[in-house]
């Protein structure tokens, strides 16, 4: 083990192409003691260094299931908590750059939800008739909320399932802090639109009367993805001018008029399943994170399938691009002359691993 970790400042003038000379160097010398995993909306320079790549639900698979010892997660904050809670204690969980977080996860704190909690009380008996789910884009200490109120987690490829879950117990749900995929699940689960009220957490009550909270169904928190918030239904029209044969295929975290437009709605890993497996010919609309949307274009082109952004205007997920050649060359030389920096420890597993594990029994 060398004696002081090496600093950050030594890497950030490495150009691409040194960093994975090093980055490549390291991992060999780390072999299966270390894995990389690489969420879909990874940048390229980094996402190719993956073992394994994914949404947040599968890479807590990868990360519950692996034997290394180390787990470099090439994603945001909230992906390497689970991977820590979800990974045995003797595993050590890192992420390449501190400040990725998620502008949504941040729309949450326990401080608010517990407030919220404490007026929903108010009004009903929440313990009994509200089951709590947080998206798996929020805080471990949220998480630790669900676990404690007999509540879950969802990502969005299971959103559906939790929901059908939380139905068989109670019969309301309080949903965050995505306001979207919470509207966009129940919907397709035909719960009308005047069952479903945003809580505004700036506001007392919610901004919602007694009688509003007395007959939801579910409790939308009034959070959203800055990224997603970018599509609009008049980009799909205008599209659609141009092109009528274009399929049209959106993310949850889109807004209600974009994924009612929409041809199919879904996870990351469904909208990859969706075009993949389409016939050739065809020409897609996709509202997600554009890292993967340009990835996925290139795989398919050869199959002479066309795939397009939805926006016009960029829109990538600026904390998932914090994550750089260079902060993962820093980290994998590190690790490999045993020096650990930027270790992601939960402090309370116990509850929040409830709620993880109260959904990862439903898949
Ligand atoms: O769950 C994830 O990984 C996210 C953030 C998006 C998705 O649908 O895969
Ligand atoms: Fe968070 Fe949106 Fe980025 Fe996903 S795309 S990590 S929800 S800010």
Not at 64 to 81: L, N, P, R, T, W
Not at 172 to 178: A, G, R
Not at 294 to 317: D, I, W, Y
Request: charged share 25%; glycine share 4%.
């Amino acid at each position: 083990m060398s004696a002081t970790a090496k600093a950050i400042q030594d890497y950030s003038l490495l150009d691409d192409s040194e960093c994975d000379r090093r980055i490549i160097s390291a991992k060999k010398k780390l072999g299966d003691r270390c894995i990389i995993l690489a969420h879909h909306y990874q940048r390229n320079e980094v996402f190719k260094h993956a073992d394994f790549s994914g949404d947040s639900l599968k890479l807590s698979h990868h990360a519950a299931d692996s034997k290394a010892e180390y787990i470099v997660f090439c994603g945001v904050h909230f992906m390497a908590e689970v991977a820590d809670i979800l990974s045995r204690p003797e595993q050590i969980t890192v992420l390449p750059d501190l400040a990725a977080g998620c502008s949504m996860a941040d729309m949450a704190d326990l401080k608010k939800v517990e407030q919220c909690w404490k007026e929903l009380n108010s009004v009903l008996d929440a313990d009994e008739e509200v089951t709590p789910v947080t998206y798996i884009n929020s805080a471990a200490d949220l998480k630790a909320f669900c676990g404690r109120h007999d509540g879950i987690v969802c990502t969005s490829s299971n959103a559906k399932q939790v929901l059908d879950w939380c139905f068989e117990k109670r019969e309301k749900v309080l949903f965050f802090p995505d306001e979207h995929l919470g509207r966009n699940t129940g919907y397709r689960m035909d719960i009308p639109l005047d069952k479903m009220m945003v809580w505004d957490f700036n506001q007392p009550l919610g901004g919602l009367t007694k009688e509003q909270i007395k007959v939801a169904k579910i409790i939308l928190w009034k959070g959203f993805c800055s990224v997603h918030q970018m599509f609009q239904a008049e980009q799909i029209d205008a599209f659609k001018e141009r092109y009528p044969e274009t399929i049209v295929i959106a993310h949850p975290e889109a807004n209600f008029d974009v994924c009612e437009k929409a041809d199919y709605v879904g996870s990351t890993e469904m909208i990859l399943k969706t075009v993949r497996d389409a016939k050739p010919n065809t020409r897609w609309l996709v509202a997600t994170e554009l890292n993967l949307v340009n990835r996925l274009k290139e795989e398919v082109k050869g199959q002479a399938k066309a795939v397009h952004f939805m926006s016009p205007t960029v829109s990538m997920c600026s904390t998932m691009f914090r994550t750089d050649p260079q902060h993962l060359a820093w980290i994998l030389e590190n690790l490999a002359e045993g020096n650990v920096v930027n270790q992601i420890q939960v402090q309370d597993k116990i509850q929040a691993k409830k709620a993880l594990d109260n959904m990862l029994l439903l898949n």
